[in-house]
Protein backbone atom coordinates (compact mmCIF):
# COMPACT_ATOMS: atom_id res chain seq x y z
CA UNK A 1 0.00 0.00 0.00
CA UNK A 2 2.36 2.67 1.14
CA UNK A 3 4.52 2.11 -2.35
CA UNK A 4 1.02 2.67 -4.47
CA UNK A 5 -0.04 5.80 -2.30
CA UNK A 6 3.56 7.66 -2.50
CA UNK A 7 3.39 7.35 -6.40
CA UNK A 8 0.17 8.32 -6.62
CA UNK A 9 0.99 11.15 -4.26
CA UNK A 10 4.24 12.22 -6.18
CA UNK A 11 2.55 12.16 -9.45
CA UNK A 12 -0.35 14.47 -7.98
CA UNK A 13 2.13 17.00 -6.53
CA UNK A 14 0.10 15.85 -3.04
CA UNK A 15 1.86 16.15 0.40
CA UNK A 16 3.49 12.37 1.56
CA UNK A 17 0.53 12.76 4.21
CA UNK A 18 -0.39 9.14 5.93
CA UNK A 19 -4.01 8.23 5.20
CA UNK A 20 -5.83 5.97 7.53
CA UNK A 21 -7.06 2.88 5.98
CA UNK A 22 -10.09 1.01 8.05
CA UNK A 23 -11.63 -2.48 7.84
CA UNK A 24 -10.18 -5.40 6.60
CA UNK A 25 -9.89 -8.38 3.72
CA UNK A 26 -9.06 -7.82 -0.58
CA UNK A 27 -9.93 -8.85 -3.55
CA UNK A 28 -8.16 -12.18 -4.68
CA UNK A 29 -6.00 -11.01 -6.85
CA UNK A 30 -2.54 -11.97 -8.50
CA UNK A 31 -1.75 -8.12 -7.93
CA UNK A 32 -2.41 -5.78 -5.06
CA UNK A 33 -6.11 -4.66 -6.40
CA UNK A 34 -7.81 -3.19 -2.99
CA UNK A 35 -4.40 -1.60 -2.09
CA UNK A 36 -4.84 -0.01 -5.48
CA UNK A 37 -8.48 0.90 -4.75
CA UNK A 38 -7.95 2.10 -1.61
CA UNK A 39 -4.79 4.13 -2.94
CA UNK A 40 -6.76 6.25 -5.46
CA UNK A 41 -9.38 6.68 -3.72
CA UNK A 42 -7.60 8.10 -1.10
CA UNK A 43 -5.61 9.84 -3.27
CA UNK A 44 -8.47 11.78 -4.74
CA UNK A 45 -9.90 12.31 -0.72
CA UNK A 46 -6.58 14.01 -0.24
CA UNK A 47 -7.23 16.11 -3.15
CA UNK A 48 -10.17 17.42 -2.11
CA UNK A 49 -8.77 18.20 1.50
CA UNK A 50 -5.80 19.98 0.18
CA UNK A 51 -8.46 22.16 -2.04
CA UNK A 52 -10.18 23.09 1.25
CA UNK A 53 -6.87 23.61 3.33
CA UNK A 54 -5.78 26.50 0.88
CA UNK A 55 -9.11 28.03 1.21
CA UNK A 56 -9.93 27.53 4.40
CA UNK A 57 -6.89 27.31 6.29
CA UNK A 58 -8.03 24.03 7.72
CA UNK A 59 -6.83 20.25 6.53
CA UNK A 60 -9.76 18.09 6.86
CA UNK A 61 -9.31 14.29 8.09
CA UNK A 62 -10.08 11.66 6.07
CA UNK A 63 -10.28 7.98 5.93
CA UNK A 64 -10.86 5.36 3.60
CA UNK A 65 -12.57 1.87 4.37
CA UNK A 66 -10.69 -1.01 2.30
CA UNK A 67 -14.06 -3.09 1.83
CA UNK A 68 -16.17 -0.23 0.79
CA UNK A 69 -13.40 0.38 -1.29
CA UNK A 70 -13.64 -2.99 -3.02
CA UNK A 71 -17.00 -3.25 -3.67
CA UNK A 72 -17.48 0.29 -5.14
CA UNK A 73 -14.14 -0.94 -7.94
CA UNK A 74 -16.94 -3.81 -8.70
CA UNK A 75 -20.31 -2.23 -8.54
CA UNK A 76 -22.04 0.53 -6.40
CA UNK A 77 -25.72 -0.06 -7.08
CA UNK A 78 -27.83 -3.26 -6.13
CA UNK A 79 -31.08 -3.14 -7.92
CA UNK A 80 -34.43 -4.27 -6.68
CA UNK A 81 -36.52 -6.00 -8.21
CA UNK A 82 -34.84 -5.12 -11.72
CA UNK A 83 -31.29 -6.33 -12.96
CA UNK A 84 -28.86 -4.25 -14.61
CA UNK A 85 -28.08 -5.80 -18.30
CA UNK A 86 -25.19 -8.05 -19.07
CA UNK A 87 -21.49 -6.00 -18.93
CA UNK A 88 -20.46 -7.90 -22.11
CA UNK A 89 -21.38 -8.66 -25.58
CA UNK A 90 -22.44 -12.42 -26.16
CA UNK A 91 -19.60 -13.04 -28.41
CA UNK A 92 -16.41 -10.55 -26.20
CA UNK A 93 -13.96 -12.38 -24.62
CA UNK A 94 -11.06 -14.62 -24.19
CA UNK A 95 -10.45 -17.30 -27.25
CA UNK A 96 -7.69 -19.88 -28.09
CA UNK A 97 -5.45 -19.28 -31.27
CA UNK A 98 -2.88 -21.54 -33.29
CA UNK A 99 -0.50 -19.90 -30.90
CA UNK A 100 -1.47 -18.56 -27.73
CA UNK A 101 -4.89 -16.49 -26.54
CA UNK A 102 -6.43 -13.30 -27.74
CA UNK A 103 -9.07 -10.51 -26.21
CA UNK A 104 -11.95 -9.45 -28.59
CA UNK A 105 -14.11 -6.52 -27.10
CA UNK A 106 -17.28 -6.40 -29.18
CA UNK A 107 -19.33 -4.68 -26.52
CA UNK A 108 -20.32 -1.84 -29.11
CA UNK A 109 -21.85 -3.06 -32.08
CA UNK A 110 -19.57 -0.96 -34.58
CA UNK A 111 -16.17 -3.06 -33.24
CA UNK A 112 -17.93 -6.58 -33.10
CA UNK A 113 -18.48 -5.56 -36.92
CA UNK A 114 -15.53 -4.94 -37.23
CA UNK A 115 -14.27 -7.83 -35.93
CA UNK A 116 -16.74 -9.74 -37.64
CA UNK A 117 -15.49 -8.11 -40.85
CA UNK A 118 -12.19 -10.25 -40.23
CA UNK A 119 -13.38 -13.63 -39.26
CA UNK A 120 -17.09 -13.66 -40.43
CA UNK A 121 -20.48 -13.36 -38.79
CA UNK A 122 -20.58 -15.18 -35.50
CA UNK A 123 -23.79 -16.24 -34.03
CA UNK A 124 -22.26 -17.50 -31.03
CA UNK A 125 -19.24 -17.93 -28.98
CA UNK A 126 -18.99 -21.24 -30.23
CA UNK A 127 -18.89 -19.96 -33.71
CA UNK A 128 -16.22 -17.39 -32.98
CA UNK A 129 -13.79 -19.84 -31.09
CA UNK A 130 -13.54 -22.42 -34.36
CA UNK A 131 -12.88 -19.03 -36.16
CA UNK A 132 -10.49 -17.44 -34.02
CA UNK A 133 -8.52 -20.62 -33.88
CA UNK A 134 -7.54 -20.64 -37.36
CA UNK A 135 -5.48 -17.97 -36.77
CA UNK A 136 -1.98 -16.99 -35.33
CA UNK A 137 -2.79 -14.43 -32.46
CA UNK A 138 -0.45 -11.44 -33.46
CA UNK A 139 -2.31 -11.74 -37.01
CA UNK A 140 -5.54 -11.41 -35.83
CA UNK A 141 -4.83 -8.99 -33.18
CA UNK A 142 -3.53 -6.78 -36.16
CA UNK A 143 -6.35 -7.59 -38.40
CA UNK A 144 -9.22 -7.22 -36.00
CA UNK A 145 -7.37 -3.29 -35.24
CA UNK A 146 -6.94 -2.32 -38.96
CA UNK A 147 -10.56 -3.08 -39.57
CA UNK A 148 -11.38 -0.75 -36.70
CA UNK A 149 -11.84 -3.16 -33.67
CA UNK A 150 -10.61 -3.98 -30.65
CA UNK A 151 -8.36 -6.51 -29.81
CA UNK A 152 -5.21 -7.58 -28.07
CA UNK A 153 -3.15 -10.70 -27.43
CA UNK A 154 -2.28 -12.11 -24.17
CA UNK A 155 1.73 -11.18 -23.57
CA UNK A 156 3.38 -11.64 -20.04
CA UNK A 157 5.05 -8.72 -18.56
CA UNK A 158 8.47 -9.01 -19.75
CA UNK A 159 6.92 -9.59 -23.49
CA UNK A 160 5.46 -6.13 -23.10
CA UNK A 161 8.64 -4.60 -21.55
CA UNK A 162 10.40 -5.54 -24.98
CA UNK A 163 7.19 -4.29 -27.44
CA UNK A 164 7.79 -0.99 -28.51
CA UNK A 165 4.71 0.23 -26.75
CA UNK A 166 5.53 -0.98 -23.75
CA UNK A 167 8.74 0.42 -24.03
CA UNK A 168 6.82 3.75 -24.55
CA UNK A 169 4.31 3.98 -21.78
CA UNK A 170 6.47 3.17 -19.20
CA UNK A 171 8.78 5.84 -20.21
CA UNK A 172 5.32 8.07 -19.19
CA UNK A 173 4.43 9.26 -16.36
CA UNK A 174 1.52 8.29 -14.31
CA UNK A 175 -0.17 11.55 -15.04
CA UNK A 176 1.39 14.22 -17.61
CA UNK A 177 0.31 17.33 -16.48
CA UNK A 178 0.54 20.67 -18.67
CA UNK A 179 0.44 24.10 -16.24
CA UNK A 180 -1.64 26.71 -17.64
CA UNK A 181 -0.97 30.31 -16.89
CA UNK A 182 -3.87 30.85 -14.07
CA UNK A 183 -4.67 34.05 -15.64
CA UNK A 184 -8.47 32.44 -16.43
CA UNK A 185 -8.88 31.04 -13.29
CA UNK A 186 -12.37 31.57 -11.28
CA UNK A 187 -12.52 32.44 -8.17
CA UNK A 188 -13.39 29.28 -5.73
CA UNK A 189 -17.54 29.36 -4.81
CA UNK A 190 -17.57 26.44 -3.05
CA UNK A 191 -17.82 25.33 0.53
CA UNK A 192 -16.54 22.79 3.05
CA UNK A 193 -19.89 20.60 2.59
CA UNK A 194 -19.76 21.53 -1.03
CA UNK A 195 -16.10 21.79 -2.35
CA UNK A 196 -16.55 21.91 -6.22
CA UNK A 197 -20.40 24.14 -6.07
CA UNK A 198 -20.04 26.25 -9.17
CA UNK A 199 -17.75 23.83 -11.19
CA UNK A 200 -19.09 23.23 -14.14
CA UNK A 201 -17.32 20.02 -16.01
CA UNK A 202 -17.94 18.47 -19.06
CA UNK A 203 -17.96 14.85 -19.38
CA UNK A 204 -17.09 13.13 -23.03
CA UNK A 205 -16.02 10.39 -21.46
CA UNK A 206 -17.64 6.41 -22.01
CA UNK A 207 -17.69 3.19 -20.20
CA UNK A 208 -15.80 3.19 -17.38
CA UNK A 209 -12.77 5.86 -16.47
CA UNK A 210 -13.55 8.84 -17.36
CA UNK A 211 -17.44 8.52 -15.81
CA UNK A 212 -16.07 6.95 -12.30
CA UNK A 213 -14.21 10.78 -12.36
CA UNK A 214 -17.03 12.61 -12.97
CA UNK A 215 -19.32 10.82 -10.71
CA UNK A 216 -16.55 11.31 -7.63
CA UNK A 217 -16.66 14.83 -9.10
CA UNK A 218 -20.38 15.14 -8.83
CA UNK A 219 -20.41 14.01 -5.29
CA UNK A 220 -18.42 16.89 -4.07
CA UNK A 221 -21.18 19.30 -6.02
CA UNK A 222 -19.76 19.90 -9.19
CA UNK A 223 -22.56 20.48 -12.15
CA UNK A 224 -21.68 17.49 -14.37
CA UNK A 225 -23.03 17.67 -17.89
CA UNK A 226 -22.24 14.00 -19.78
CA UNK A 227 -22.68 14.22 -23.63
CA UNK A 228 -23.10 11.07 -25.90
CA UNK A 229 -23.21 10.86 -29.63
CA UNK A 230 -26.91 10.54 -31.05
CA UNK A 231 -26.61 6.26 -31.21
CA UNK A 232 -23.71 5.51 -28.05
CA UNK A 233 -25.56 3.31 -25.83
CA UNK A 234 -23.69 1.19 -22.59
CA UNK A 235 -26.46 -0.28 -20.76
CA UNK A 236 -24.50 -2.68 -18.87
CA UNK A 237 -22.87 0.33 -16.81
CA UNK A 238 -25.09 3.35 -17.09
CA UNK A 239 -26.91 3.19 -13.65
CA UNK A 240 -23.59 2.75 -12.50
CA UNK A 241 -21.79 5.45 -13.58
CA UNK A 242 -24.21 8.28 -14.21
CA UNK A 243 -24.97 8.81 -10.78
CA UNK A 244 -25.15 12.67 -9.83
CA UNK A 245 -24.88 13.67 -13.42
CA UNK A 246 -27.30 15.04 -16.36
CA UNK A 247 -26.70 13.03 -19.44
CA UNK A 248 -27.49 14.87 -23.18
CA UNK A 249 -26.89 13.46 -26.96
CA UNK A 250 -25.49 15.82 -29.52
CA UNK A 251 -24.10 14.44 -32.59
CA UNK A 252 -20.81 16.35 -33.57
CA UNK A 253 -21.69 16.14 -37.10
CA UNK A 254 -24.21 18.58 -36.95
CA UNK A 255 -23.46 22.26 -37.50
CA UNK A 256 -26.05 22.72 -35.19
CA UNK A 257 -25.21 20.69 -32.31
CA UNK A 258 -21.70 21.74 -33.17
CA UNK A 259 -22.74 25.64 -31.64
CA UNK A 260 -24.32 23.77 -28.84
CA UNK A 261 -21.56 22.26 -27.98
CA UNK A 262 -19.15 24.80 -28.53
CA UNK A 263 -21.26 27.23 -26.13
CA UNK A 264 -21.48 24.55 -23.51
CA UNK A 265 -17.32 24.18 -23.47
CA UNK A 266 -16.99 28.04 -23.42
CA UNK A 267 -18.53 27.93 -20.11
CA UNK A 268 -17.15 25.05 -18.69
CA UNK A 269 -14.56 24.86 -16.18
CA UNK A 270 -13.21 21.56 -16.16
CA UNK A 271 -13.05 19.10 -19.75
CA UNK A 272 -13.33 15.54 -19.43
CA UNK A 273 -12.61 13.31 -22.42
CA UNK A 274 -11.48 9.55 -23.13
CA UNK A 275 -11.69 9.51 -26.84
CA UNK A 276 -8.58 7.96 -28.69
CA UNK A 277 -5.64 10.66 -29.16
CA UNK A 278 -6.18 11.99 -32.07
CA UNK A 279 -10.08 12.12 -32.30
CA UNK A 280 -11.11 15.22 -31.01
CA UNK A 281 -8.68 16.68 -33.42
CA UNK A 282 -10.53 15.25 -36.48
CA UNK A 283 -13.89 16.30 -35.06
CA UNK A 284 -12.40 20.17 -35.25
CA UNK A 285 -11.85 20.21 -31.43
CA UNK A 286 -8.43 20.08 -30.96
CA UNK A 287 -5.95 21.37 -28.25
CA UNK A 288 -5.40 24.68 -29.80
CA UNK A 289 -8.86 24.94 -30.77
CA UNK A 290 -9.97 24.07 -27.02
CA UNK A 291 -7.86 26.56 -25.64
CA UNK A 292 -9.40 29.50 -27.95
CA UNK A 293 -13.00 28.51 -27.36
CA UNK A 294 -12.71 28.42 -23.46
CA UNK A 295 -9.60 29.89 -22.16
CA UNK A 296 -8.46 28.68 -18.34
CA UNK A 297 -10.28 25.47 -19.34
CA UNK A 298 -8.75 22.48 -17.01
CA UNK A 299 -8.64 19.56 -19.39
CA UNK A 300 -8.14 16.16 -18.84
CA UNK A 301 -7.70 12.76 -20.19
CA UNK A 302 -7.08 9.36 -21.00
CA UNK A 303 -6.59 6.89 -23.81
CA UNK A 304 -6.01 3.42 -23.50
CA UNK A 305 -2.36 2.71 -24.50
CA UNK A 306 -0.50 5.60 -24.01
CA UNK A 307 0.62 8.92 -25.16
CA UNK A 308 3.67 8.22 -27.47
CA UNK A 309 4.71 4.89 -29.32
CA UNK A 310 3.21 3.18 -32.22
CA UNK A 311 -0.60 2.20 -30.58
CA UNK A 312 -0.98 5.88 -29.03
CA UNK A 313 -4.11 5.93 -31.08
CA UNK A 314 -5.00 2.66 -30.64
CA UNK A 315 -8.31 1.75 -29.43
CA UNK A 316 -8.43 -0.19 -26.39
CA UNK A 317 -10.36 -1.12 -22.86
CA UNK A 318 -9.41 -2.09 -19.31
CA UNK A 319 -9.73 -5.78 -20.07
CA UNK A 320 -7.19 -5.38 -23.58
CA UNK A 321 -4.99 -3.50 -21.65
CA UNK A 322 -4.46 -6.51 -19.04
CA UNK A 323 -4.16 -8.50 -21.86
CA UNK A 324 -1.46 -6.57 -23.87
CA UNK A 325 0.30 -5.66 -20.71
CA UNK A 326 0.88 -9.35 -18.99
CA UNK A 327 -1.83 -9.02 -16.32
CA UNK A 328 -4.16 -11.50 -17.48
CA UNK A 329 -0.80 -13.91 -18.10
CA UNK A 330 0.26 -13.45 -14.27
CA UNK A 331 -3.18 -14.14 -13.42
CA UNK A 332 -2.55 -17.49 -15.29
CA UNK A 333 -0.10 -18.37 -13.75
CA UNK A 334 -1.34 -17.33 -10.48
CA UNK A 335 -4.29 -19.53 -10.33
CA UNK A 336 -2.24 -22.28 -11.81
CA UNK A 337 -4.86 -22.02 -14.97
CA UNK A 338 -4.92 -22.79 -18.52
CA UNK A 339 -6.50 -19.46 -20.01
CA UNK A 340 -6.18 -15.72 -19.37
CA UNK A 341 -6.71 -14.98 -15.68
CA UNK A 342 -8.18 -10.71 -15.39
CA UNK A 343 -8.39 -8.89 -12.50
CA UNK A 344 -11.38 -9.52 -10.56
CA UNK A 345 -12.73 -6.27 -11.06
CA UNK A 346 -11.83 -3.82 -13.81
CA UNK A 347 -9.38 -2.27 -11.49
CA UNK A 348 -7.37 0.18 -14.27
CA UNK A 349 -10.87 2.15 -15.40
CA UNK A 350 -11.79 2.48 -11.82
CA UNK A 351 -8.48 3.38 -10.38
CA UNK A 352 -7.28 5.67 -13.45
CA UNK A 353 -10.51 7.43 -12.90
CA UNK A 354 -10.32 8.61 -9.55
CA UNK A 355 -6.64 9.92 -9.97
CA UNK A 356 -8.50 11.70 -13.31
CA UNK A 357 -10.73 13.46 -10.40
CA UNK A 358 -7.52 14.09 -7.80
CA UNK A 359 -5.85 15.84 -11.54
CA UNK A 360 -8.71 18.00 -12.37
CA UNK A 361 -8.84 18.85 -8.50
CA UNK A 362 -5.41 19.75 -8.16
CA UNK A 363 -5.86 22.52 -11.09
CA UNK A 364 -8.44 23.86 -10.20
CA UNK A 365 -7.29 28.06 -9.49
CA UNK A 366 -4.41 27.62 -12.05
CA UNK A 367 -5.70 25.93 -15.14
CA UNK A 368 -3.65 23.39 -17.39
CA UNK A 369 -4.02 20.22 -18.79
CA UNK A 370 -3.12 16.09 -17.24
CA UNK A 371 -3.12 13.08 -19.42
CA UNK A 372 -3.59 9.59 -17.94
CA UNK A 373 -3.70 6.36 -19.28
CA UNK A 374 -4.99 2.51 -18.89
CA UNK A 375 -1.64 1.11 -19.27
CA UNK A 376 0.16 3.42 -17.33
CA UNK A 377 -1.99 2.57 -14.37
CA UNK A 378 -1.19 -1.25 -15.25
CA UNK A 379 2.50 -0.56 -14.80
CA UNK A 380 1.88 1.47 -11.58
CA UNK A 381 -0.41 -1.81 -10.01
CA UNK A 382 2.03 -4.41 -11.81
CA UNK A 383 5.03 -2.85 -10.00
CA UNK A 384 4.01 -2.06 -6.31
CA UNK A 385 3.17 -5.79 -4.63
CA UNK A 386 1.76 -9.38 -4.83
CA UNK A 387 -1.69 -9.80 -4.26
CA UNK A 388 -3.71 -12.34 -2.00
CA UNK A 389 -5.91 -15.09 -1.93
CA UNK A 390 -8.23 -13.80 0.60
CA UNK A 391 -11.99 -14.82 0.24
CA UNK A 392 -13.44 -11.05 -0.12
CA UNK A 393 -15.20 -11.05 -2.88
CA UNK A 394 -17.13 -7.80 -4.50
CA UNK A 395 -20.75 -8.93 -3.93
CA UNK A 396 -20.64 -10.09 -0.17
CA UNK A 397 -21.18 -6.89 1.21
CA UNK A 398 -22.53 -7.98 4.94
CA UNK A 399 -23.81 -5.19 6.81
CA UNK A 400 -21.70 -2.30 4.97
CA UNK A 401 -24.72 -0.34 4.57
CA UNK A 402 -26.92 1.28 1.62
CA UNK A 403 -28.72 3.82 0.76
CA UNK A 404 -31.95 4.51 -1.27
CA UNK A 405 -31.90 5.40 -4.76
CA UNK A 406 -35.01 6.25 -7.00
CA UNK A 407 -34.30 5.30 -10.73
CA UNK A 408 -35.58 5.35 -13.75
CA UNK A 409 -35.40 1.51 -13.74
CA UNK A 410 -36.59 1.16 -11.04
CA UNK A 411 -35.26 1.31 -7.43
CA UNK A 412 -31.58 0.61 -6.05
CA UNK A 413 -29.55 0.64 -3.07
CA UNK A 414 -26.54 2.57 -3.53
CA UNK A 415 -23.57 1.05 -0.90
CA UNK A 416 -22.29 4.06 1.35
CA UNK A 417 -19.02 5.57 -0.01
CA UNK A 418 -15.58 4.25 0.88
CA UNK A 419 -14.30 7.95 1.59
CA UNK A 420 -14.58 9.90 4.62
CA UNK A 421 -13.58 13.58 4.67
CA UNK A 422 -14.11 15.32 7.82
CA UNK A 423 -17.33 18.05 6.78
CA UNK A 424 -17.56 16.98 3.36
CA UNK A 425 -19.55 13.89 2.79
CA UNK A 426 -19.95 12.58 -1.12
CA UNK A 427 -23.34 12.91 -1.30
CA UNK A 428 -25.22 13.22 -5.20
CA UNK A 429 -28.75 15.16 -5.30
CA UNK A 430 -29.17 13.47 -8.86
CA UNK A 431 -30.07 9.48 -9.45
CA UNK A 432 -28.37 7.71 -11.92
CA UNK A 433 -30.40 8.39 -15.17
CA UNK A 434 -30.76 7.20 -18.87
CA UNK A 435 -28.31 8.45 -21.63
CA UNK A 436 -29.97 11.58 -23.30
CA UNK A 437 -32.34 11.90 -20.68
CA UNK A 438 -31.47 15.91 -20.24
CA UNK A 439 -31.07 18.55 -22.45
CA UNK A 440 -27.55 19.75 -23.63
CA UNK A 441 -27.26 22.61 -21.73
CA UNK A 442 -26.01 24.46 -17.70
CA UNK A 443 -28.06 24.61 -14.82
Not at 3 to 14: M, V
Not at 202 to 211: I, K, M, N, Q, S
Not at 297 to 312: E, F, K, Q, T
Not at 419 to 432: E, N, R, V
Amino acid sequence: MTGLLTSIQAALGLSHTPIPFTSSGALPSAFAVTDLACASIAAAGQAVSELLQQHTGRLPNLEVDRRLASFWFATSIRPVGWSVPPLWDPVAGDYATQDGWIRLHTNAPHHRAAAESVLGTCADRAAMASKVAQWAKTDLEQAVVDAGGCAAEMRSWAQWQAHPQGLAVNAEPLIQFSAGSGQHAKPWTGSVAQPLAGIKVLDLTRVLAGPVASRFLAGLGADVLRIDPPTWNEPGVVPEVTLGKRCARLDLHNNDDRAVFESLLKDADIVLHGYRADALEKLGYGVAEREKLAPGLIDVCLNAYGWSGPWRNRRGFDSLVQMSSGIADAGRQWKKADKPTPLPVQALDHATGYLMAAAAITLLGRGGSARLSLARTAKLLIENGAGTDEALRAEDENDQGMLVEQTPWGPAHRLHVPLKITGTPLQWTLPASELGAHRAQWW
